[in-house]
């Protein structure tokens, strides 16, 4: 079966395939208008050092007894992302209904997401969530989380008050709406799979009728019941089945019953008896 013999079969089952062309176009209509909004919320901080008062050139500097300076703070900022990573504080600080990753992309299950490069000093704060507000409180608890992460961090290694790093807010939470998805595109790939689907089932319907009509002969007329039916079909396959008789025995046995019947002999008889008037 090419594509025109799809195509006629289309046409013969054109109310199927008309159905299923309107489902789903008033499908895709019911789920464009079903769209909700969507807002992202974004952040950034970076770690610095807040420089006490100048020293004197004798004096040591404080951060080299703090570790997690160690890289120009690199240690401190990567442990305090990988803290605000972890489940428990996704779980934590994520407002209701927000997700770290755009809509438009597969989700990687995380509620925010925490961006850092090599390159780049800063660390930035992602998430979409289903209103401003929502986002925008998101990346504030994330902002401060992390100055706390910071402070505990460097508590456990003992890192000395004159010698600590913290965090510092270069982007205060800003919250932007996404554009919606177009209703176009939605409208065509809904009607896309409204084609495929009328294709199928008048595909399916012909094949449905064909057998139907195949099957009619052995359907039983009406007045005559299905025993009668048997019985004829029974009878049909004994004949079918019997042995078939030679033609030229068939004839023989037809001239020896002709000569034995009565009407035969009497005139045979007739013509016996003329023949011997004649002599």
Known sequence: MDTLDVLLICLKRWYVFLLLLLLAFFTSLGLGNDQRRVYSGTGNFAVIYRAPPPVTPKQVDPRTANPMAAGDGSLLKQSIVNDLRSAKSQRELAGPGVIGTDPSTPADGSLFAVVTTATS??????????????????????????????????????????????????????????????????????????????????????????????????????????????????????????????????????????AGSPTHLARANRETLGAQETG
């Open 121 to 258: 000093a800063t660390v930035t704060i992602t998430t979409f969530g289903p209103s401003q507000a929502v986002a925008k409180a998101t990346v504030d608890r994330v902002l401060t989380a992390a100055q706390e992460r910071a402070t505990t961090i460097q508590d456990r290694v003992g890192a000395p008050p004159t010698g600590r790093l913290t965090t510092f807010v270069t982007l205060p939470a800003q919250t932007t709406v996404l554009p919606p998805p177009s209703k176009i595109k939605l409208v065509v790939a809904v009607m896309a799979v409204g084609v495929i689907a009328g294709a199928g089932l008048s595909l399916l319907l012909d094949r449905l009728m064909s057998k139907r009509r195949e099957g009619r002969n052995d359907v039983p007329q009406e007045g005559r019941g299905k025993a009668w039916w048997r019985r004829r079909r029974k009878g049909a396959d004994d004949v079918s089945s019997a042995p078939q008789a030679d033609p030229g025995h068939v004839a023989q046995d037809d001239l020896a019953a002709r």
